[in-house]
């Protein structure tokens, strides 16, 4: 499912309905699903607007279960490393500038700015597809040959994700039985796999 914006389509694959339906159906108390629909929107036009301010062209923007890519238009040559870097880091940043911003107004923000920031600080995880992971890849593909950058990329994924775990697993073990955290690393887990 998808639609266009004059050259630019938006796709929508049905993983990514599937991934929202599990998502909402956890969250019992439907407060913060504002918060939340709005720190992924900044989140992705913060992306969106790098690609711009760097001259990528995009063709299309797809949204499913591991992510949103953005995918460039055919014909055009590959943006340097630098500029692929700003467009990965422009997300989570455009996130933790929010957050800063909430916690400085006066009122009740406490809790968009703490969606902001939790949300910006996980797409910093250098691991498999969230920014941080495509980050790092961007970084060593830049100084290192493949395989090792490959290699050294899989390191950092587990080396991030063996922590979440345990601490996912702390958690189910809980009074709450919260399983959210440990269900995100197998999640995360299958995105590695899948790169």
């Given at each position: 499912m998808g639609f266009r914006f004059g050259d630019f389509t938006v796709f929508f694959d049905f993983s990514f309905f599937a991934m929202l339906g599990v998502f909402l159906s956890l969250e019992h108390s439907g407060q913060n699903i504002g918060h939340i629909f709005f720190a992924l929107l900044i989140h992705e036009l913060g992306h969106l607007a790098a690609t711009?301010?760097?001259h990528i062209p995009m063709d299309r923007m797809c949204f499913s279960c591991f992510g949103i890519e953005l995918v460039r238009k055919q014909?055009?040559?590959s943006a340097g490393w630098k500029q692929e870097a700003f467009v990965y880091?422009?997300?989570p940043m455009m996130n933790l500038?929010?957050?800063?911003g909430f916690l400085c107004l006066p009122g009740k923000f406490e809790t968009a700015a703490a969606v902001h920031l939790v949300l910006g600080l996980f797409q910093l995880l250098p691991v498999?597809?969230?920014d941080g992971g495509c980050l790092a890849d961007v970084v060593l593909g830049r100084f290192l040959e493949p395989?090792?950058?490959?290699f050294?990329?899989?390191v950092l994924s587990i080396a991030a994700l063996i922590p979440l775990a345990i601490a996912g697993w702390m958690l189910?073990?809980?009074e709450q039985r919260n399983f959210t955290l440990l269900l995100c690393c197998a999640f995360l887990m299958l995105s590695i796999w899948k790169k």
């Open positions: 711009f301010i760097v014909g055009f040559s880091l422009a997300g500038c929010c957050a800063s498999g597809a969230l395989g090792k950058a490959e050294l990329g899989m189910m073990r809980g």
